[in-house]
């Protein structure tokens, strides 16, 4: 057990080394901190960081366990020895966390959210913050150090211990972690209460503002006309036939209440992911767990009020209106868009439309976090009663002022109501139904 429980201590050094080497940089979090928001990339790059984070301490604290356990049936400074090390392993890492990397509010909030795809509960930060301050781990912490200062000449002879040898000679290294002095701990104490209080205001009104939307938004997605839509099985097929994996679909509903509350003519986008056939041929990647859930005749990943889904393309067209964008980037790129949204799939939907959180997904954000950062693309957010948003009109000015997406398909709008419309002139029907009023037809229903 002592060989395993070292080496096990080996590898976490190495493992401790790579990690705060790899920690967000105090330029690149200024940016952020600067700029009030996380992109979809800087989202990816702190959760699969905050994940390894996590693996890491999970690990220290089982060599920790483990070694409490020997201590209490033998008495042999060598079991000691690893589970120091540990703690000063354990104790660099959360200063880093909590306050280099962690030390702005803004910071603090992306690492107290869930990242499901990393399978990491909220509130994560905070949890790591108590536990730093909390008393009785304090008090441990000291214990060990007065021991490990009575039995220095001891410990220091380990140096040519086969097992051990290696923390014995990084002692002092190991030992510059710590900081058992009462002002330190007052301090990191009163961030603590500081952090605590103003996190409980903040996710009191969050919470509550969140609830009266989600209320709202779910009975505002029931008032919905669902019957005789314009889309026929026929559009449908054709559809079927021309849509390529990384498409967006741009949709509307002629009579629906959401559309007095979202911005613009065209209120809801999803994207199309491809049917099964496409993602081999393809070659998208998405993991077992996807996969047996992208069977059949599903192939549009779209975000409605139970949440970030895989769904049938006749589910998604039964619509009167919609317009098809494709994305004008290499196949590996629109590869890597579909990759990256369906990491969200599964999430809840959500209904306070703040593009600032990752673990619930509004519609559009779906295209957002699938194609930002992808060969420079810096798609743009709007600031509407104090939240970074990206409704679907904006989508669509996006495409049209940058042409990083074409129009390539429309339907339900002015000179094609019955039919769809393909390729030239599809840019001209979209700019007519939302940009100029004047040309604008609402589809009614019979």
């Known amino acids: 057990m002592l060989k395993i429980l070292a080496d096990s201590i080996r590898g976490l050094m190495v493992a ?3 990690l705060l080497d790899d920690a967000p940089s105090h330029t690149h979090l200024a940016a952020i901190i600067a700029r009030g928001d996380f992109r979809p990339a800087e989202d990816e790059a702190i959760g699969f960081w905050f994940a390894r984070y996590l693996t890491v301490r999970d690990n220290l604290w089982a060599v920790i366990n483990e070694v409490r356990q020997e201590i209490d049936q033998k008495e042999d400074l060598r079991y000691f020895l690893i589970g120091y090390a540990a703690v000063c392993l354990l104790i660099r890492m959360d200063r880093v966390l909590l306050f280099r990397v962690g030390d702005h509010s803004l910071v603090q909030r992306k690492l107290n959210e869930a990242f499901p795809e990393y399978r990491i ?6 949890t790591i913050f108590s536990a730093f301050v909390d008393q009785a781990n304090v008090l441990a912490i000291r214990d060990a150090i007065q021991f490990a200062r009575k039995n220095r000449r001891k410990l220091l002879r380990l140096r040519d211990d086969p097992d051990v040898g290696f923390i014995a000679a990084d002692l002092g290294e190991l030992e510059t972690s710590l900081n058992p002095s009462k002002r330190s701990y007052l301090k ?3 961030s603590y209460v500081s952090h605590k209080w103003r996190r409980r205001g903040v996710v009191s009104v969050e ?5 009266v939307l989600e209320g709202f938004g779910r009975a505002a997605s029931e008032m919905c006309e669902r019957e005789n839509k314009r889309v026929t099985p026929d559009v449908h097929q054709s559809m079927a036939d021309f849509l390529q994996p990384g498409d967006v679909i741009v949709t509307r509903h002629a009579k629906a209440l959401t559309n007095l509350f979202l911005p613009g003519f065209w209120p809801h986008a999803a994207l199309y992911v491809g049917t099964p056939g496409q993602r081999v041929a393809s070659g998208i990647k998405v993991g077992p767990d996807k996969e047996q859930l992208w069977i059949g005749d599903v192939c549009v990943l779209e975000a409605l009020k139970d949440g970030v889904r895989l769904r049938p393309l006749s589910e ?3 619509v009167d209106t919609f317009v098809i964008l494709r994305p004008n980037l290499e196949h590996g790129s629109i590869n890597r868009a579909v990759e990256r949204a369906m990491q969200h799939e599964g999430k809840m939907y959500n209904f306070d439309f703040d593009f600032f959180n990752s673990d619930r997904i509004v519609c559009t954000e779906v295209i957002y976090r699938a194609y930002d950062g992808l060969e420079d693309l ?4 709007c600031e509407r009663a104090g939240r ?4 679907a009109e904006d989508l669509l000015d996006y ?3 940058t042409h990083t997406f074409t129009p390539v398909a429309i339907f339900g709008v002015k000179d094609c109501l019955d039919s769809v419309r393909f390729g030239e002139g599809v840019a001209d029907a979209l700019v007519a139904s939302y940009q100029n009023k004047s040309n604008a037809v609402t589809p009614t229903v019979s």
Not at 121 to 126: F, G, I, L, N, S
Not at 388 to 391: A, D, G, L, N, R
């Open 388 to 391: 970074k948003t990206f409704s």
């Open 16 to 18: 401790t080394t790579q």
């Open 121 to 126: 509960p909220r509130k994560q930060y905070t």
């Open 188 to 190: 990191r104490a009163w």
């Open 207 to 211: 919470r509550t503002f969140a609830a």
């Open 316 to 318: 998604t067209l039964a």
């Open 378 to 381: 810096a798609i743009p957010l």
């Open 399 to 401: 495409a049209l002022d």
